[in-house]
């Protein structure tokens, strides 16, 4: 119902869809992350997370 409210209140606009499994890419690395948070945490463990750069494509990469 939410489509056919958003698709005809603004005729202009184009539906697109964002595939079959759309949710589930979009909810599989939370749910991965928040597992593997509470697997650590239930070992005693404190977990703080940040996200990596992106790695710089302008040059060779270097071993870490």
Same mark, same amino acid.
């Given at each position: 119902?939410? /489509? $056919? @409210?958003?698709? *005809? &209140?603004?005729? %202009?606009?184009? $539906?697109?869809? *964002?595939?079959?499994? $759309? ?5 599989? +690395?939370?749910?991965? /992350? &928040? @597992? @593997? /948070?509470? !697997?650590?945490? &239930?070992? %005693? $463990?404190? /977990? +703080?997370?940040? !996200? ?5 494509? +302008? ?6």
């Amino acid at each position: 119902m939410r /489509v $056919y @409210h958003a698709l *005809l &209140s603004r005729p %202009g606009s184009r $539906y697109q869809d *964002l595939g079959p499994d $759309y949710y589930e890419r979009q909810r599989d +690395t939370a749910r991965q /992350v &928040s @597992h @593997h /948070v509470g !697997k650590l945490a &239930s070992l %005693g $463990y404190e /977990v +703080t997370l940040c !996200k990596r750069p992106e790695p710089d494509q +302008t040059g060779p990469s270097q071993p870490a």
